[in-house]
Every structure is written in C-alpha cells, then in structure tokens.
C-alpha cells in the first residue's frame, strides 16, 4: 500500500496566499497562485492535477 503524503497546504483571501507551510521542495507555491487565478470566488469545491500531484481547493466565504 502506498502512502499518501501531505505536501503542501496554505489560507488565500481571493488571489493573495496569506499564510502557506510545506516541509518539502518544489514549485508548490507556484502552483497554487495559478489554480487561484482559475477558481470562482463563490463557495466551492475545486481539484486541479499538475506534475502528478492533485491540488484540492475549498472557497469558503472568499478564503
């Protein structure tokens, strides 16, 4: 069985990250700023696939 790990997390108002944690390398960051350019601002549940990891998003209320 294959582990899953968590990568990479953070808190965005809108387009703007405001707090982010990760403990490994990568382009995580990045990525994340141009799924946040692509979401709708309304509440919803958002999954996005790049360089065989899956980014999920939940808007919340703008966050």
């Given at each position: 069985m294959v582990q899953e790990s968590f990568i990479f997390s953070f808190v965005a108002r809108g387009t703007m990250i405001?707090?982010?944690?990760?403990?490994f390398t990568g382009n995580f960051p990045a990525i994340a700023s141009q799924c946040l350019q692509k979401i709708p601002s309304s509440n919803?549940?958002?999954?996005?696939?790049c360089d065989h990891h899956t980014f999920n998003?939940?808007?919340?209320?703008?966050?």
């Open positions: 405001l707090a982010e944690y990760t403990e919803s549940k958002f999954t996005f696939n998003f939940i808007v919340e209320d703008g966050y």
